[in-house]
């Protein structure tokens, strides 16, 4: 998607200004809130990212953990969502936002992926 790559781009070198709808990340990030999303080498479980969803619509969820392969694929999930989002390949992030991440949302986020590994082990298992 030329659109995905062209917004990746301008994260890379400059902050990218987006302003957020929906209430799935408060109280960290409330509707209406304008972000700065830049582009990282290296995003981190508790990270907020920005990526693209399949119709071309922008989302903003906390990244949970990482599924290795080819493509390498990351877990996500909103703060007020029970569960977590299907598996983002890495090249669909367009950056994070920058927005400090304490050290208990980063704990909360592996936690949650660590349940959903649980989850789909016992699955497997079953």
Known sequence: MATLE?????????PLRLRLA???????????RT????????YWPGDVVVFARGDGRLVAH???GFRPGRPTRVFTQADRSPEPDSAVA???IV????TPVSLAA????????A???RRRVLARLA
């Open 22 to 32: 929906g209430q799935c990340m408060e109280p960290a990030l409330e509707d209406g």
């Open 62 to 64: 906390r990244l949970l």
């Open 106 to 113: 980063r704990w909360g986020a592996l936690r949650r992926f």
């Open 35 to 42: 972000v700065d999303v830049v582009a990282e080498r290296v």
């Open 90 to 92: 890495l090249h669909e």
């Open 95 to 98: 950056g994070r936002v920058v």
């Open 115 to 117: 349940g959903l590994v």
């Open 6 to 14: 062209a917004l990746r781009d301008v994260a890379r070198h400059e």
